[in-house]
């Protein structure tokens, strides 16, 4: 599961303290990106054996030709080039902070400049086949220091070799996560908690390990690192959080529980929320 982007200076201060949820990423790890077409597009990821530069992903669709290019994070430019009838063509680069870029090639128009800061979804140009082309399709790399990196989309890794359609949530509105999506497979929503419109604290749990976790989605600020915090304890043992200056949501934080009631909750900003033991059985 892709982190959300943060500073985690308080996340990480917890970690020194072993009391940071388990199996979580750092704070610095990528960020949601988003599939680079309007809300509702479906196109196809293809990707073979062989593509230059290893792990790029060639965007298809009927009619792409003309098609909006959206920034699949919020970044900066740092590259606005045309390569002419070779290479990328017309391409350009976006710098998303911690060592993460992505690259956008073969476009038929450029609408950004270098060092222009732009938003999770808007427009920097659009779809064509500029450059050394065979048709009409959008290159897209994921960088990490310097290095191409296997994609993925909205959480979803995406599958090497292949072609495999992805519908976009790209400035759709709305965390683009879900409680489900944060705590991993085999775990269900049994209780949730709204934090005054700026977001919704969830206790899920998986049967199969008898494992709860709890998460909270921030519906203010996404896109924004701001104080968010998630924690869970079970009777009896110490308790678990996640706290610190997060993006999208804090957690998941989780613990094994049973039939031992546990207690959950967490905030974003100063709405917070605190469940009694409960879920004993």
Known sequence: ML???????????????????????????????????????????????????????????????????????????TRVANEGDTSYGRWIELDH?????????????????????????????????????????????????????????????VPYYGKTPFTSKNNCGGNPYTPTEVCGAGYSVINSKALSGAGTVYLLYNASNQNNCVVTLKSTSLGKASPTSAFLEVQGKQRTTDAGDFTYYAGPVRQAAGSTCVKWGGSVGANSYESPFEHCG
């Open 97 to 157: 902070g911690s060592g993460w870029r992505t690259r956008y090639a073969h476009l038929s128009t450029q609408n950004v400049s270098v060092g222009q800061k732009v938003s999770l979804g808007a427009k920097i140009g659009t779809a064509g086949a500029t450059g050394g082309v065979t048709g009409p399709h959008l290159h897209y790399e994921q960088i990490q220091n310097g290095t191409a990196v296997r994609a993925t989309l909205n959480g979803v890794a």
């Open 3 to 77: 982190r959300r982007l943060g500073t985690g200076v308080a996340a990480l201060a917890l970690a020194a303290l072993g009391v940071v949820g388990l199996g979580q990423a750092p704070a610095s790890a990528a960020p949601n990106f988003q599939v680079p077409f309007e809300c509702g597009v479906t196109v196809t990821a293809a990707t073979f054996s062989g593509h230059n530069p290893a792990n790029s992903v060639d965007f298809q669709k009927s009619g792409i030709t003309g098609m909006p290019v959206l920034a699949s994070a919020a970044g900066t430019v």
